[in-house]
């Protein structure tokens, strides 16, 4: 009897306490009504009003509400602002009470936006928490004009921010002062123990002040936080100081910036420690970004060139120069900021302070062509093999069509895009020849030669584990940066560089990595490359990856176009690398080692997932499978727009991964010509240890579809290890799935409980008598039957109706596809 007395008391209580306000309440919604237009409006129900009244007063009524019986307390929750909400969630769930309902209808309602049909949502609260956050942030919320998002007893940020697990930092670095502010001290401290993904997307230029403030964020969240992961998004332009940065300090160094507040966190031995002259040129930089010497090299050759267009005259000039003032006045022209654009010559890399040596001279007047040579006769000796001085660009004499020496067109189009157009007169004294600027730039391999950090002068606090860079293009100084970094980034685990055009600089990177393997503690085990070109055929670069990095659990490369070496019939592109490859130039010592990679055999790994995407061309087997000898303990192969000489070469691929992969369970072929590998693609269903197997437009009924179905269906009959097939974009056609309906006979032996068709021309007639001999042969559920764009919409009645009969037998997962986009596929299966 006394938990009905309770709750009766309680029930009184709540009636008692909403009395009291009711009849403020009930003014508040009848006034409005005696002005509508259309007429008084039917009055709010009693326990509603109720409702309100206590949501209206729930700071003195907290505690209370929270001790309110079950289904009193559910009417009250959709009438309580986020706060008191988020705040009251586990005292609901304590009664068997759900909120997500709430959260998800809030979401719809303030944040407007659906989220991605690829995202599972497993919490709304803490989504749109998240949400929230971020744009109280940017500012691009007003909690006032919500009763929902407004309480003058809360702080948006300090409320939400113990939800956000990942946050976005966009443009110019807005929300890093804000976060930084002594008044969001307390929202700092939670972000620190709450954050774990740290993105970064669309960057621009950025001033000191917001790199300073970016600083001590990263300080906080990073080597005292929890944060685990740095993305960088879409960055066509990076700037230097900003890049280099944001790699040093995700690497665990730390140095506090020039008239910086030092951090009460590090103790007194940080506070009245001194920043280190390389490190804080190197973290700093200077305000405006620079240029590598090849960026420099180019610009001045388009300035010449339109220089000796514009004058129209023939005669030859002995060397192209490039000043300071000139530079700012052509940029100024074109419409740039030149306190934005424009790269300091080579000359102004030193730090502050240091000296220049007497073999380098901070300017030259020598016009001659031997200054390049004697420039390099000038350098200091080093233990690594040099690299050939660049040539001294000069004008076209009486040729119009005169051009430098050039290697991979495509590449240098890539890598130039953001060169801006320089003029090249003298004026002040203030000049330098292109020749001399590109060999001091390039000059040696010593990381400290372009500003690199001194690692050893900096405190190390704790790192990420994984980092992303997708679509930022690396310059020299970056790429050397970013190497130079890695050799003892110990702590990473996951690192992906998406399009990042690194060229030539994949050598620095192989030998970076090679550095961090022979590390002690090194826990680097999946790999991401992807790229437009590469210097190297993509076989060769994954052998190369694998012996560099013998413990690499995950490697996924990918490269677009084929490299000079990929095709043997032109002249010069076969045998091992060179130092000049295109237009680039390798340093000695990252080339050895890279010779030295590649010579050998494949060197035996701990791979257990390869996913490779070919550029066009036909790729050597013997190659691909030297690599999957070498990975006895794959599991998990993915080929991507492989292309071989003829069928038996598939066939070879296919003898070594039944030879040699015997723990292979996932196989996916995408985008290939299989049309002619038939026999082989009944070689591999008859593989009796894959699980899964994907063929995801690969032509293969193309030829032959009559003879082949009825073969391959009794092939999949007899293999009872075959869970998954996933048939996508293969024009099975009505045909094709009714004779692979057989595959689900009594007579089967398969095991089959994932089939994918989507994409497959598939009509609903033909889909209706699929599910008709399914419920024939008296199958269970199979697991799941995906759908997705195939043409269900020409008769909705009878695609509804074999949809509701395959529910009975499995999963189904469809869309609703507009097949009149497919009309080209229409037309070439009539």
């Keep these: 009897m006394a938990a009905p007395e309770a709750w009766r008391a309680r029930s009184c209580w709540f009636c008692e306490v909403a009395a009291a306000t009711t009849m403020e309440a009930t003014s508040r919604e009848a006034a409005p009504a005696k002005s509508s237009a259309s007429g008084p409006s039917a009055p709010p129900a009693l326990f509603e009003l109720c409702g309100r009244a206590v949501s209206a007063h729930m700071g003195v009524l907290e505690s209370g509400v929270w001790a309110l019986p079950g289904p009193i307390l559910q009417s009250i929750l959709p009438l309580l602002n986020i706060y008191y909400l988020e705040r009251i969630e586990e005292t609901a769930l304590k009664k068997g009470l759900s909120t997500q309902a709430i959260w998800r209808r809030l979401w719809d309602e303030l944040m407007k936006t659906r989220p991605s049909s690829l995202e599972s949502v497993t919490c709304w609260r803490a989504k749109f928490m998240e949400a929230f956050f971020s744009h109280v942030l940017r500012g691009t919320i007003d909690v006032s004009s919500d009763r929902r998002l407004c309480d003058q007893r809360f702080s948006p940020l300090l409320h939400s921010s113990r939800h956000v697990r990942q946050l ?76 280099i940065l944001i790699l040093t300090m995700s690497a665990g160094f730390w140095q506090p910036g020039p008239g910086g507040p030092p951090c009460r966190l590090c103790g007194e031995a940080s506070r009245g420690r001194a920043p280190s002259r390389d490190e804080g040129s190197l973290l700093l930089g200077s305000r405006r970004p620079r240029r590598d010497a090849a960026e420099r090299c180019a610009a001045a050759l388009m300035a010449s060139r339109r220089k000796s267009e514009a004058k129209q005259t023939a005669r030859a000039a002995p060397a192209t120069r490039v000043t300071r003032r000139s530079t700012q006045e052509s940029l100024i022209a074109g419409g740039t900021d030149p306190k934005r654009d424009l790269h300091p010559p080579a000359t102004s890399y030193e730090a502050p302070g240091t000296k220049r040596p007497p073999s380098a001279p901070a300017t030259t007047s020598s016009a001659s062509a031997s200054s390049s040579t004697s420039s390099s006769k000038r350098a200091p000796a080093s233990s690594a093999p040099q690299p050939k001085p660049l040539k001294r660009f000069k004008r076209a004499a009486g040729k119009k069509g005169a051009r430098t020496r050039q290697g991979s067109g495509a590449e240098s189009e890539d890598l130039y895009d953001f060169v801006f157009i320089v003029a090249g007169e003298k004026e002040d004294g203030e000049e330098m020849e292109i020749g001399e600027v590109a060999c001091g730039a390039l000059d040696g391999s010593d990381p400290s030669c372009l500003g690199l950090p001194a690692l050893e002068a900096s405190q190390r606090f704790r790192s990420i584990s994984t980092l992303e860079l997708f679509t930022v293009p690396l310059s020299t100084e970056a790429a050397l940066t970013l190497c130079h970094l890695l050799s003892s980034w110990v702590s990473l685990e996951s690192l992906t560089l998406s399009y990042n055009g690194l060229g030539s600089n994949i050598f620095r990177l192989l030998d970076s990595l090679r550095a961090l393997s022979g590390q002690a503690g090194c826990r680097l085990r999946a790999l991401h490359l992807s790229d437009l070109f590469s210097p190297l055929p993509i076989l060769e670069l994954t052998r190369a990856i694998v012996r560099a990095l013998p413990l690499l659990r995950v490697l996924s490369i990918r490269v677009d176009h084929p490299s000079q ?45 390869l996913e490779m995407g070919f550029p066009r061309g036909a790729q050597p087997a013997p190659l691909l499978c030297s690599v999957l000898k070498a990975s006895g303990s794959l599991q998990q192969l993915s080929l991507d727009s492989a292309t071989f000489a003829s069928p038996q070469d598939f066939g070879l691929v296919l003898q070594t991964l039944k030879e040699y992969n015997l723990a292979l369970k996932r196989l996916s072929f995408h985008d290939m010509n299989l049309a002619d590998c038939q026999s082989e693609v009944l070689f591999l269903l008859q593989n009796l240890t894959l699980q899964e197997i994907t063929f995801s437009f690969c ?36 045909a094709g799935l009714l004779a692979l309906a057989d595959v689900f006979s009594e007579d089967s032996s398969s095991s089959l409980c994932q089939l994918d068709i989507s994409s497959n021309c598939i009509k609903p007639d033909g889909l209706l008598e699929f599910a008709k001999r399914l419920e024939r042969w008296g199958r269970g559920a199979f697991g799941h039957l995906r759908l997705f764009q195939n043409w269900l919409d020409q008769d909705a009645v009878t695609a509804r109706e074999a949809i509701r009969r395959l529910r009975a037998t499995c999963h189904v997962v469809s869309d609703s596809w507009d097949s009149s986009q497919a009309f080209a596929d229409y037309v070439s299966t009539m």
Excluded at 184 to 196: D, G, I, P, W, Y
Excluded at 703 to 712: G, I, V
């Design 699 to 734: 032509r293969l009924f193309e030829k032959r579809p009559a003879q082949f179905l009825p073969e391959m269906v009794a092939a999949m009959k007899g293999n009872s290890t075959l869970k998954g097939l996933r048939l996508p974009g293969n024009r099975l056609g009505n």
């Design 565 to 609: 070496r990929d095709n043997p019939a032109v002249p010069g592109n076969a045998g091992p690398p060179s130092h000049i490859i295109g237009d680039e130039e390798i340093p000695g010592e990252a080339l050895c080692v890279c010779v030295c990679m590649c010579s050998h055999k494949c060197a035996e790994n701990c791979l257990e997932q």
């Design 168 to 243: 976005t930092i966009c443009n110019m670095l807005q929300g890093a002062t804000e976060l930084v502010a002594e008044p969001n001290r307390r929202v700092l401290e939670t972000l620190a123990s709450s954050l774990h993904t740290l993105k970064f997307r669309h960057l621009l230029f950025s001033d000191v002040a917001a790199q300073q403030s970016l600083r001590q964020l990263l300080h906080q969240l990073i080597h005292h936080g929890a944060v685990s992961q740095v993305s960088l998004y879409s960055w066509p332009v990076p700037e230097s100081a900003l890049f």
